[in-house]
């Protein structure tokens, strides 16, 4: 069993920045991919991006290269996603999983968090 906890969601200003944290625990956690997922009102659940605690990655979707950075603490068994020059189109609640491999399908990550909820009001 993995567990993820993830904080630093809230409200920001189109144009500004936010970091989220997933705090991973359980077993053998460092064999497993660490991956961002969001999902806005209506739509699916998006891949944002995907690190892997022995050093592949990281990977980004299109929509969030350039302005996406993850990054990880193996100290604190933390992954890190900053996010900055946010937009409206970034209003989502985002998630932290883990799987075995690197995947972009929300299906192949066996372990979520509760997700949080990040809102960019322009």
């Known amino acids: 069993q993995v567990q993820l906890v993830e904080s630093g969601g809230g409200l920001v200003q189109a144009g500004g920045s936010l970091r989220l944290s997933c705090a991973a625990s359980?077993?053998?956690?460092?064999?497993?991919?660490m991956g961002w997922f969001r999902q806005a009102p209506g739509k699916e659940r998006e891949f944002v991006a995907s690190?892997?605690?022995?050093?592949?990655?990281?990977n980004y979707a299109n929509s969030v290269k350039g302005r996406f950075a993850l990054y990880r603490n193996d100290a604190k068994s933390t992954v890190y996603l900053q996010m900055y020059s946010l937009n409206p189109a970034d209003t989502a609640v985002y998630y932290c999983?883990?799987?075995?491999?690197?995947?972009?399908?929300?299906?192949?990550?066996?372990?979520w968090g509760q997700g949080t909820q990040v809102t960019v009001i322009s």
């Open positions: 690190i892997s605690w022995s050093g592949g990655g990281p």
């Open positions: 359980g077993d053998n956690v460092r064999s497993y991919v």
């Open positions: 999983a883990a799987a075995s491999a690197f995947s972009v399908v929300p299906q192949a990550y066996a372990y």
